[in-house]
């Protein structure tokens, strides 16, 4: 079953999120600690991704061009406007706004090289793994998360799924057409773009930056697309001096 993984992550942060809502009792200093550690954590985890590419030209390239698109679609705007209109049907909570903690949340579950790789093993490879183990971390950070930032966080395994599940049913077709080489240099790209969002995420949880980091989703695509031209550009290269 090519979505066993993906339902399985989406579970976790839903189990993940009831365990936040009952841990009621810390203290403001306590959580805010507890955020402070998550977003550093968070900060290494994206400067480790970063530094995985190996053609930082193209994760330039896709941030600039991504948030350029971003921009234009607003796409940090219509996630917070989705929040607004969760929080209007569950109603104001204490720990903070429901649009913060679903925004923050599905940027953190979303973006970076697990979803992306265990996606496509559980469609590839029908194995599973990765993203048990991607589930174990979610749900515990969802725990961490919406015991900071409310129930908006519950609401971040919604787009997960989407997203992991579109992923790993495409992938179940994709070897069709894409060959090791290019997945391979896809993944390394991606997670590299990825990576430098993952900074943003926390930067913005230290309260040192205020990026728009949804704005920058489109560069996941645009990094997708430069790859394929510069492999494509390669493979031509080597075919016409191999005629020389």
Not at 92 to 106: E, H, L, M, Y
Not at 139 to 160: E, N, R
Not at 213 to 219: D, E, I, K, M, R
Request: net charge negative.
């Amino acid at each position: 079953m090519s979505l066993l993984g993906t339902i399985v992550n989406g579970i976790a942060i839903i189990a993940g999120s009831f365990l936040g809502l009952f841990w009621t009792n810390i203290s403001d200093r306590y959580k805010d600690t507890i955020l402070q550690a998550m977003a550093l954590a968070v900060t290494i985890l994206g400067i480790g991704m970063g530094l995985k590419s190996e053609q930082f030209l193209i994760v330039i390239a896709s941030l600039a061009v991504g948030g350029a698109l971003g921009e234009w679609w607003n796409l940090e705007e219509r996630l917070n406007a989705i929040g607004k209109w969760l929080e209007t049907k569950v109603g104001k909570q204490d720990k903070g706004s429901v649009a913060t903690g679903f925004v923050t949340a599905t940027l953190v579950f979303v973006v970076g090289a697990m979803s992306i790789v265990g996606a496509l093993d559980s469609g590839l490879r029908q194995q599973h793994d990765v993203l048990y183990t991607k589930a174990l971390i979610d749900g515990f950070c969802a725990i961490l998360f919406t015991s900071t930032l409310g129930i908006g966080v519950m609401f971040s395994a919604i787009p997960v799924v989407l997203y992991q599940g579109v992923i790993a049913l495409m992938a179940t077709q994709i070897d069709r057409f894409v060959s090791q080489e290019l997945m391979d240099a896809l993944i390394v790209e991606i997670t590299g773009t990825g990576g430098i969002m993952i900074v943003a995420i926390g930067l913005n949880l230290l309260g040192i930056a205020k990026i728009r980091v949804a704005n920058l989703l489109p560069g996941l695509l645009i990094a997708t697309i430069l790859v394929c031209i510069v492999e494509k550009w390669e493979s031509i290269l080597a075919f016409s001096q191999g005629l020389m």
